[in-house]
């Protein structure tokens, strides 16, 4: 199975830490080798890279380790191929346009059967079960709403299409806009909420720490979720099978 990474936070910041052990699962300390993406949020504009190398030998992948591009919504995955072959157009995030905004979407799992018709401008350019599921949610998105509605009632519709996929098979997800992130569940996803007062994090997947009280001012707040906790130090919430939650301004709002 593949590994997703996402950030969602109050005020602009930098994934860095995080990334830097979400990439040694990109074939050092786990077999997902196919290639790897990530994709940053500045207001409506947004930072998209994408490498069919392994994450470990890929040089972009480096530069995100290096370069604090700042951002209040982040998506990154890891690939272990299951559909579609190892090229650049089946990395993950996936984007798309709608309602004049840039849709984020990663996919980890595998989906049996699930090629719905796809008759509006949404379609795939790879070949995975992913995008095409990417595809008919942002088809069955525009045909629900007219423009972009509440973050309360997208969250509803995502949940009613989530729960048409997920029997076909393991969907675990993230998706954003730019305005909030939904994660979805079938199996393995959990996730960690950081604000004041900030302690010190050990990444699982490499011997590097932090303290956020030297990185971090008083009122923000940062949610990262991941496939399995990044830490080793710190108490991650894990996800109920079938559960579609979302994060807006750094923490999981309930609707």
């Known amino acids: 199975m593949c ?14 830490f995080s990334f830097k052990g979400f990439a040694q699962r990109g074939g050092r300390t786990d077999h997902h080798s196919d290639g790897w993406g990530i994709a940053f949020f ?3 504009g947004l930072r998209h890279f994408v490498d069919h190398l392994a994450a470990v030998d890929s040089p972009i992948a480096e530069l995100i380790r290096r370069y604090p591009i700042k951002s209040r919504n ?10 579609g072959v190892v090229n650049l157009q089946n990395c993950h995030p996936f984007v798309r346009e709608l309602w004049g905004r840039y849709w984020v979407f990663a996919h980890n799992g595998d989906l049996k059967d699930f090629r719905p018709r ?5 379609h795939p350019v790879g070949d995975t079960d992913s995008e095409h599921a990417f595809c008919w949610i942002m088809q069955e998105l525009a045909k629900s709403h007219a423009s972009v509605p509440p973050i309360a009632e997208l969250t509803l519709t995502l949940r009613e299409l989530a729960a048409r996929i997920a029997p076909r098979g393991t969907f675990n997800f993230l998706l954003s806009n730019g305005q909030a992130l939904w994660a979805h569940a079938s199996t393995s996803l959990c996730y960690i909420e950081r604000r004041f007062p900030f302690g010190e994090a050990q ?10 009280s030297k990185e971090t001012q008083a009122t923000d707040e940062v949610a990262v979720i991941a496939t399995s906790p990044l ?4 108490r991650w919430t894990a996800f109920e099978p079938g559960e579609l939650a979302v994060f807006s301004q750094g923490r999981r709002v309930e609707f």
């Open 3 to 16: 590994q997703l990474l996402g950030m969602n936070c109050n005020v602009p910041t930098d994934v860095t």
């Open 42 to 44: 500045e207001d409506k």
């Open 74 to 83: 982040v998506i990154a995955h890891i690939r272990k191929a299951t559909q």
């Open 118 to 122: 796809l008759h509006a401008h949404f």
């Open 203 to 212: 990444l699982s997947d490499e011997d590097v720490r932090l303290d956020f």
């Open 231 to 234: 830490t080793t130090n710190e």
